[in-house]
């Protein structure tokens, strides 16, 4: 008997009708002599309706509020789907992530999972249910519901089965596997057959939204094997495993147009600037993405110019205005600009890679703004109107969307 973790994303359970369909599947793997637990997304869109409501109330939201209420989503689609899969005459039970023990840091909003106390979710399996858990919160110490970020309920999945020690995760979404590059962006992307957690960790990192970074860290740390397929389709899909299809220079093609530049001119040469700003960046909780500082012409002067999300746009913006005007220098920043991002396991070996991508980028006379490199991938920061250009150019390139 193997024990499964199936978790469903937003699309898959958006109607009714989709969460009968879902429960028809946790009862076919039941059926199958499997152990059955099910870690679900709130319904549709309900997640992005919560948190608009709140913008309504208040920029200025008090980060427990906000946990509070945009959780609850996935309250209402682990019920439902529980109640589908006992209306289809089998047994089940939903709980939230308190209930199945999911503990979190005491911070909120995109908190990170600690520990996951099993005992109920044991207890409940050994019943005979179907246990149908809700993806993307959990308790922290004080005893107040988290979130742990957006497209969290994959890490929730991942980590329930890690402390399950379950035989594999299985991710049901809207795409049958992870492709090249995002499939609704390029059609001729082409799906994985496998591919490594360190290379898949890269592709979410970048932007491959179809998984959640940290979910793909622990699937790593744990040696768990994720399956991705679709929700509505049969198929292989795709399995993330230690060892991807095969050594490829290149595996995949990630976008990101989330991304927000500011660059900070003229800073004084000495030092201790980056130190003191990135500092203050990061006891804001701002993740910093591509750092690039440059020499200036003039005599002890230089510039330090990096990326963040467009959540953590304006706080940065502002930080970085109090030192700029502390040190007597010039601000710029633009929210409409994307990266582009070329990943591959064999690249670290290939000469040659970086050069061909900037090409494949100058040949569409597009302009890189800022260069970030990795043993296995090179990103290139680039106006966002010509992200999808780009991301065909260097797809092309590479001859990905061939077998
Ligand atoms: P869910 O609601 O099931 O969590 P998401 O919207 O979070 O689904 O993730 C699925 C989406 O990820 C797909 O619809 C696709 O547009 C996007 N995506 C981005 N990059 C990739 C990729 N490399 N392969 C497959 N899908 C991708
Ligand atoms: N419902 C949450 C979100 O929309 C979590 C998830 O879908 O994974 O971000
Ligand atoms: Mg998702």
Same mark, same amino acid.
């Not at 976008?255 to 700003?277: R, S, T």
């Given at each position: 008997?193997?024990?499964?973790?199936?978790?469903?994303?937003?699309?898959?359970?958006? *109607?009714?009708?989709?969460?009968?369909?879902?429960?028809?599947?946790?009862?076919?793997?039941?059926?199958?002599?499997?152990?059955?637990?099910?870690? +679900?997304?709130?319904?549709?869109?309900? *997640?992005?309706?919560?948190?608009?409501?709140?913008?309504?109330?208040?920029?200025?939201?008090?980060?427990?509020?906000?946990?509070?209420?945009?959780?609850?989503?996935?309250?209402?689609?682990?019920?439902?789907?529980?109640?589908?899969?006992?209306?289809?005459?089998?047994?089940?039970? #939903?709980? *939230?992530?308190?209930?199945?023990?999911?503990?979190?840091?005491?911070?909120?909003?995109?908190?990170?999972?600690?520990?996951?106390?099993?005992?109920?979710?044991?207890?409940?399996?050994?019943?005979?249910?179907?246990?149908?858990?809700?993806?993307?919160?959990?308790?922290?110490?004080?005893?107040?519901?988290?979130?742990?970020?957006?497209?969290?309920?994959?890490?929730?999945? +991942? +980590?329930?089965?890690?402390?399950?020690?379950?035989?594999?995760?299985?991710?049901?979404?809207?795409?049958?596997?992870?492709?090249?590059?995002?499939?609704?962006?390029?059609?001729?992307?082409?799906?994985?057959?496998?591919?490594? @957690?360190?290379?898949?960790?890269?592709?979410?990192?970048?932007?491959?939204?179809?998984? @959640?970074?940290?979910?793909?860290?622990?699937?790593? +740390?744990?040696?768990?094997?994720?399956?991705?397929?679709?929700?509505?389709?049969?198929?292989? =899909?795709?399995?993330?495993?230690?060892?991807?299809?095969?050594?490829?220079?290149? #595996?995949?093609?990630?976008?990101?147009?989330?991304?927000?530049?500011?660059?900070?001119? @003229?800073?004084?040469?000495?030092?201790?600037?980056?130190?003191?700003?990135?500092?203050?960046?990061?006891?804001?909780?701002?993740?910093?993405?591509?750092?690039?500082?440059?020499?200036?012409?003039?005599?002890?002067?230089?510039?330090?110019?990096?990326?963040?999300?467009?959540?953590?746009?304006?706080?940065?913006?502002?930080?970085?205005?109090?030192?700029?005007?502390?040190?007597?220098?010039?601000?710029? =920043?633009?929210?409409?600009?994307?990266?582009?991002?070329?990943?591959?396991?064999?690249?670290?070996?290939?000469?040659?890679?970086?050069?061909?991508?900037?090409?494949?980028?100058?040949?569409?006379?597009?302009?890189?703004?800022?260069?970030?490199?990795?043993?296995?991938?090179?990103?290139?920061?680039?106006?966002?109107?010509?992200?999808?250009?780009?991301?065909?150019?260097?797809?092309?390139?590479?001859?990905?969307?061939?077998?």
């Amino acid at each position: 008997m193997a024990l499964i973790v199936q978790k469903y994303g937003g699309t898959s359970v958006g *109607t009714i009708e989709k969460i009968k369909n879902v429960a028809k599947k946790a009862l076919t793997a039941q059926s199958a002599g499997n152990q059955v637990v099910v870690v +679900v997304s709130a319904m549709g869109p309900t *997640t992005d309706v919560l948190i608009a409501r709140l913008k309504e109330l208040t920029a200025d939201y008090d980060p427990r509020e906000y946990d509070a209420l945009v959780s609850i989503g996935e309250n209402e689609s682990a019920a439902l789907l529980a109640q589908a899969i006992i209306a289809q005459g089998g047994r089940a039970v #939903s709980l *939230t992530g308190w209930q199945a023990g999911v503990e979190t840091e005491d911070n909120h909003n995109k908190c990170k999972i600690t520990n996951v106390r099993a005992g109920r979710l044991r207890q409940e399996l050994q019943a005979g249910k179907i246990v149908v858990v809700t993806g993307f919160q959990g308790l922290n110490s004080r005893g107040d519901v988290t979130t742990i970020g957006r497209g969290g309920s994959d890490t929730s999945a +991942v +980590v329930i089965a890690a402390a399950l020690r379950a035989d594999i995760c299985e991710i049901y979404t809207d795409v049958d596997g992870i492709y090249t590059t995002d499939p609704h962006i390029l059609p001729e992307a082409r799906r994985l057959e496998r591919i490594s @957690h360190e290379e898949m960790l890269e592709m979410a990192s970048l932007g491959a939204g179809v998984m @959640h970074p940290r979910a793909v860290e622990c699937a790593k +740390v744990n040696n768990m094997t994720i399956a991705v397929k679709h929700s509505q389709q049969d198929g292989k =899909g795709t399995l993330i495993t230690m060892v991807g299809e095969k050594l490829n220079t290149v #595996s995949g093609v990630a976008a990101a147009d989330d991304v927000a530049k500011i660059g900070l001119l @003229h800073v004084p040469d000495v030092p201790g600037m980056a130190a003191e700003l990135f500092g203050a960046l990061a006891a804001a909780r701002i993740n910093v993405d591509v750092i690039v500082q440059s020499i200036h012409e003039e005599a002890k002067k230089n510039d330090i110019s990096f990326t963040v999300g467009h959540d953590d746009y304006a706080q940065a913006l502002k930080i970085t205005e109090a030192k700029a005007g502390a040190w007597g220098c010039a601000v710029i =920043g633009d929210k409409a600009v994307a990266k582009v991002s070329l990943v591959g396991i064999g690249m670290a070996s290939a000469p040659g890679v970086a050069a061909r991508m900037f090409a494949a980028l100058g040949r569409e006379k597009i302009n890189i703004q800022m260069i970030s490199t990795s043993e296995i991938k090179i990103s290139c920061i680039i106006a966002q109107k010509e992200l999808k250009k780009a991301l065909r150019a260097v797809h092309t390139e590479f001859g990905l969307e061939k077998c």
